[in-house]
């Protein structure tokens, strides 16, 4: 009976952690990960270049950064992440009034 009493909470703590662990999720990119498993993920990402066989997309993180993921015969092979020039950013562009005057 001890042995149970002993035994008991040590298996629920690890059954505990062991769900925990396991609904972290899976992580949004992976080297080899398939062009279509990346698309469902981001159905916003936008072709921003085709050279030979490779295919660049670009999705916007937030308001300063956005990624270039490139595929190779639909698998993930680079991934990228840069930030936005001041001037792609609506809030801080200038205004039309104000590049008319320079």
């Given at each position: 009976?001890?042995?149970?009493?002993?035994?008991?909470?040590?298996?629920?703590?690890?059954?505990?952690?062991?769900?925990?662990?396991?609904?972290?999720?899976?992580?949004?990119?992976?080297?080899?990960?398939?062009?279509?498993?990346?698309?469902?993920?981001?159905?916003?990402?936008?072709?921003?270049?085709?050279?030979?066989?490779?295919?660049?997309?670009?999705?916007?993180?937030?308001?300063?950064?956005?990624?270039?993921?490139?595929?190779?015969?639909?698998r993930?092979?680079?991934?990228?992440?840069?930030?936005?020039?001041p001037?792609?950013?609506?809030?801080?562009?200038?205004?039309?009034?104000?590049?008319q005057?320079?």
């Amino acid at each position: 009976m001890k042995k149970l009493l002993f035994i008991l909470p040590i298996l629920s703590l690890a059954l505990f952690v062991g769900s925990c662990s396991s609904m972290k999720g899976a992580p949004n990119y992976k080297v080899g990960m398939e062009e279509s498993d990346f698309l469902k993920v981001h159905p916003e990402a936008v072709i921003s270049s085709l050279e030979g066989k490779q295919k660049t997309y670009r999705v916007l993180r937030d308001e300063r950064f956005y990624l270039l993921a490139t595929f190779e015969d639909e698998r993930l092979i680079k991934l990228e992440e840069k930030e936005l020039p001041p001037y792609w950013n609506k809030k801080t562009a200038p205004s039309a009034e104000q590049d008319q005057d320079q």
